[in-house]
């Protein structure tokens, strides 16, 4: 069974660029969250998806968006980079349901975004 | 905000040792969650014990649930040198609809 994908694994963009993230989650799971991991602030929540409806949302501005297709792909998206937006963003999934956390999610490797 | 607090921060130990880590957190929870991390990557997912038990183990693992302290700890027994990550205790709360909510992390490093 192959696990949770992201791509890309790193990226470089400048401060003011926009950056898509991707996210395919394990095979027959329907919800995808997607968490912000930095030094500072650790690891955060941005939002989750379940069959392609956002059902909950972190505390995070407008700029970071997201969505979900109906084979369950995930993609985040942040418009107008700052350079604090560098982290590594995780991806997480799980087979969903009215509750997600029982089970223990699936995280991907990441995406290293730096903001230059 | 972080909802969970693990101690210590960082922890060394020599190979073949225990390790124990604590985590406290703030409110109420539908289950705590335990995370393995190797130099920033991926979150493994260890062992989750639900609210309504209290121990739980899974190989090497053992973890413990005190609810009216609002604390876990995970034990790691006989440690290896591959067992060296970060550790992160996550809290699925109640009402949180489905969010998890991380610790600042503790960093073990086993010595061979």
């Known amino acids: 069974k192959a696990g949770v994908t992201q791509t890309p694994r790193y990226l470089i963009k400048t401060r003011g660029q926009q950056v898509t993230l991707s996210c395919s989650p394990i095979s027959g799971h329907r919800s995808v969250s997607w968490y912000q991991q930095t030094p500072g602030q650790g690891l955060q929540f941005l939002f989750e998806?379940?069959?392609?409806?956002?059902?909950n949302k972190g505390n995070f501005p407008g700029r970071f968006s997201g969505r979900q297709f109906s084979n369950s792909r995930s993609e985040m998206n942040v418009s107008t980079l700052e350079l604090g937006d560098s982290a590594l963003y995780l991806c997480?999934?799980?087979?969903?349901?009215?509750?997600?956390?029982?089970?223990?999610?699936?995280f991907g490797s990441g995406t290293r975004l730096t903001v230059v | 905000s972080q909802q969970g607090e693990e101690d210590p921060q960082a922890l060394s130990i020599q190979e073949g040792e225990n390790a124990t880590m604590n985590c406290s957190y703030k409110?109420?929870?539908?289950?705590l969650q335990w995370y393995r991390q190797n130099s920033g990557r991926g979150l493994v997912h260890l062992i989750l014990?639900?609210?309504?038990?209290r121990e739980k183990h899974s190989g090497r693992l053992r973890v413990t649930l005190d609810t009216s302290k609002k604390s876990s700890s995970l034990l790691i027994t006989a440690s290896r040198a591959a067992d060296t990550a970060s550790y992160f205790c996550a809290t699925d709360a109640l009402g949180a609809n489905s969010k998890l909510t991380f610790g600042k992390g503790i960093t073990l490093s086993v010595r061979p």
């Open positions: 409110t109420s929870i539908n289950n």
């Open positions: 997480a999934s799980s087979l969903g349901g009215s509750r997600s956390g029982q089970r223990g999610y699936t």
């Open positions: 014990i639900r609210s309504n038990e």
């Open positions: 998806y379940f069959s392609e409806t956002q059902r």
